[in-house]
Nanobody, 116 residues
């Protein structure tokens, strides 16, 4: 089995920065891609950014402010969030897609609150 553990998040003032981490552990896993989603209060979960060995893409609302990266040696994907805005508030989830053996898995979620 594999497990995902998220860390980071919290309360920050507008203009501040936060970094989220998502670490994969377990046996015989091979990550195909990793992504971050945000679920704002009362809204559906939306894609923030995605990364694979081919490259990385950040959704338009977050371009220029958010950066996704992956440390393969640590089996960890990061979301660096800069110039945060109150509208960035929500619960952020990582999602890992595997090449084989395992169905996609979601992290437990991290609350990000940006105050004005």
């Amino acid at each position: 089995q594999v497990q995902l553990v998220q860390s980071g998040g919290g309360l920050v003032q507008a203009g501040g920065s936060l970094r989220l981490s998502c670490t994969v552990s377990g046996n015989r896993f091979d990550v195909n891609d990793a992504s971050w989603y945000r679920q704002a209060p009362g809204k559906e979960r939306e894609l923030v950014a995605i990364i694979s060995r081919v490259g990385a893409t950040v959704a338009s609302p977050f371009q220029g402010r958010f950066t996704i990266s992956m440390d393969n040696a640590k089996s960890t994907v990061y979301l660096q969030m800069d110039s945060l805005k109150p509208e960035d508030t929500g619960v952020y989830y990582c999602k890992i897609e595997f090449k084989r053996f395992y169905a996609p898995k979601w992290g437990q979620g991290s609350q990000v609150t940006v105050s004005s």
